[in-house]
C-alpha cells in the first residue's frame, strides 16, 4: 500500500460526527482556513489559462491561488490547495469572498482527480469521497453561519444584529474596520457594521479589471486605460462605504505576481525570493517603475477630485527605509496628494527596520497601520506561506517577539499623537492577541467580513475588563 493509498484509507478524525465520517472516505487534510463546506466536481486550475473550465459550485484544486485566479475563485464551492498557510492568497481571499478553503493540503493535487465528486469540510479540513449527486442535509450540518441578508425593514446589520442587546454589547472604542480585495462582495459588504476600511488592496483590480502591466501602458501611451480601470474599482468602494473612511493600500504585488500580467514577461525581473524583493516603496521610486506608481496615485487624485470620494486616503507598503518614505511623499506631492483635513498617508509596519525606528517613522505620516502577517514572517523568519511551518505551530502573531515589536509600534504612534491601526488574521484568530492590542492602545483593528462581529465582541469584552479594572485600582 502507498502512502497516499494509506492516508486515503485512514479513519477520519475523532472531533468528525458520526453522520460525516460514516460510508466517508477520507481522501487528503489540510489547514482549515475559511470555514464552510460543499460538494461539487474537483477542477484543477494550475494557472490563468485553466480558469475557464471553472464553473458554478466547482471545486478548485491546485497547488496555490494566485490573484490572476479571482473570476474562478468568485464561481468556486471550495478551493483546496497544496501549499500555504492561513495568511495565504488562498486563504485571504477565500474568507473575503465566503468560500470555504483548505490550505496545505500537500498532495491534494495528486490524490484528487478531474471531475471527482468531493465533500469538503473546510471548517475542520478535511476532504471526503461524494458520490451522491447532492448532500444537501450533510452540506447543511457542516455549513458556517452566515452574514444574513438585509431587507429594507431591517436594521442595515441585519436581523441577527439588529436587536438592542447585541448593538450596546458590541459598542467599542476601538474601531473595527474591514479588508477587502476588491468591488467584488460590496453588496455583501457595505451593510455589516464596520466603521470603514482599514485596507482595500489593490492587487485584484489590477489582475481582475486591468490585466495589464501598467509600464506596459505606460510605454504603449495607454496610462489613462490603468487610471481610469483602477479609478473605477477603488472608487467604487469609496462610494459604498461613504462617509466612513476608506485606506487605499498601493499596490503590493511581487514580482511573480507582476510578471502574469499583460506585457510583465518583459518587463519584470525573475527574482528568487520576490516575497523579500522588489515590491513596495522600493518598486515606487524606481525608474524602472516610477511612471506605473504615478498611475496609481493619479487614480487616487481622480477618485476624490472627480468622483468626489474624500473619504479615501493611502496606505505605503513594505517600507524598509526613510530615505524611501520621503523620496514617495515626494512623489505624491508632486502628483497633488498631500495630507490635509480629509486625506492621510498612512505607513504600513511590516518591516523590522521601521520597528526599530518607529519614532523617525511616525514623525513622517499621518498614521501607521501594522501589517501583522508580513512582520511575523520577517521577525520570525518564517515563511507565512509554508504548510510544514504553519502546521508546526512557527508562525504565531502571539511570539513575544512580535508581541514586544508591535508595543514598540503602537507606542511610537501615540507619542506622535498619530492613529495606529493593524490589519492582518491575527487578531480575529486568537482573542488574546486581540486583547494586547487594546491594552496597548491600538486605535483600530480591521479584519476580514467573517470576522467582524467576533473580533467586536472581543475588543467590548476587553475594553470592558480594562475599564472595570481601573475602578476596582488594579
Not at 105 to 133: C, Y
Not at 182 to 205: H, K, M, N, Q, S
Not at 227 to 247: Q, S, T
Request: with cysteine.
Amino acid at each position: 500500500m502507498t502512502q497516499n493509498e494509506k492516508h486515503a484509507t485512514e479513519k477520519a478524525p475523532s472531533d468528525l460526527s458520526g453522520i460525516i465520517a460514516r460510508g466517508k472516505k477520507l481522501l487528503c487534510r489540510g489547514l482549515a482556513a475559511s470555514p464552510g463546506s460543499a460538494v461539487g466536481r474537483v477542477v484543477f486550475v494550475p494557472g490563468t489559462s485553466e480558469i475557464s473550465k471553472v464553473v458554478d459550485g466547482d471545486i478548485i484544486v491546485a497547488k496555490m491561488t494566485t490573484p490572476d485566479m479571482v473570476p474562478a475563485l468568485r464561481k468556486a464551492g471550495a478551493v483546496v490547495t497544496d501549499e500555504g498557510g492561513r495568511t495565504c492568497h488562498a486563504a485571504i481571499l477565500s474568507r473575503e469572498l465566503g468560500i470555504p478553503c483548505i490550505v496545505g493540503a500537500r498532495n491534494a493535487t495528486k490524490i484528487l482527480f478531474e471531475g471527482q465528486r468531493v465533500l469538503v469540510d473546510a471548517t475542520r479540513g478535511v476532504v471526503f469521497q461524494s458520490e451522491e449527486e447532492a448532500e444537501p442535509d450533510l452540506v447543511q450540518t457542516l455549513r458556517p453561519i452566515t452574514i444574513p441578508a438585509v431587507t429594507s425593514k431591517e436594521s442595515p446589520v441585519g436581523p441577527a444584529l439588529s436587536r438592542p442587546e447585541c448593538i450596546a454589547a458590541c459598542v467599542t472604542a476601538t474601531k473595527i474596520f474591514l479588508n477587502i480585495e476588491g468591488p467584488a462582495a460590496l453588496e455583501r459588504l457595505t451593510p455589516l457594521p464596520a466603521d470603514g476600511v482599514g485596507l482595500l488592496r489593490t492587487e485584484f483590480i489590477f489582475s481582475d479589471e486591468v490585466g495589464i502591466h501598467p509600464m506596459y501602458l505606460v510605454r504603449t501611451k495607454q496610462g489613462s486605460l490603468f487610471v481610469d480601470k483602477l479609478a473605477e474599482g477603488i472608487g467604487a468602494v469609496a462610494r459604498a462605504f461613504f462617509p466612513r473612511p476608506v485606506l487605499v493600500r498601493f499596490s503590493d504585488f511581487r514580482t511573480n505576481d507582476f510578471r502574469k500580467l499583460k506585457g510583465g514577461q518583459e518587463l519584470e525581473p525573475e527574482e528568487s525570493n520576490p516575497m523579500i524583493g522588489w515590491r513596495g516603496a522600493s518598486r515606487y521610486i524606481s525608474p524602472d517603475y516610477e511612471e506605473g506608481f504615478r498611475l496609481e496615485c493619479r487614480a487616487v487624485k481622480k477618485v476624490r477630485d472627480e468622483l468626489g470620494n474624500t473619504n479615501l486616503s493611502v496606505i505605503i507598503p513594505f517600507v524598509r527605509t526613510l530615505k524611501e518614505m520621503d523620496l514617495v511623499k515626494a512623489i505624491l506631492a508632486s502628483e497633488g496628494l498631500v495630507s490635509d483635513a480629509s486625506f492621510k498617508i498612512w505607513l504600513m509596519a511590516e518591516v523590522p527596520s521601521v520597528v526599530f525606528q518607529a519614532d523617525a517613522f511616525a514623525s513622517k505620516v499621518d498614521g501607521i497601520t501594522i501589517g501583522s502577517n508580513d512582520l511575523t514572517q520577517l521577525i520570525l523568519g518564517v515563511d507565512r506561506d509554508s504548510a510544514a511551518l504553519g502546521s508546526m505551530g512557527y508562525f504565531d502573531e502571539r511570539h513575544p517577539a512580535v508581541l514586544q515589536a508591535i508595543s514598540l509600534v503602537i507606542g511610537a504612534s501615540r507619542r506622535a499623537g498619530i492613529p495606529c491601526s493593524v490589519c492582518g488574521e491575527g487578531p480575529s484568530v486568537f482573542p488574546d492577541f486581540a486583547e494586547h492590542l487594546v491594552r496597548q492602545g491600538i486605535d483600530s483593528i480591521s479584519v476580514n467580513a467573517d470576522a467582524l462581529t467576533y473580533t467586536r465582541r472581543i475588543v467590548a469584552s476587553v475594553e470592558q475588563k480594562i475599564v472595570l479594572d481601573a475602578l476596582r485600582g488594579k
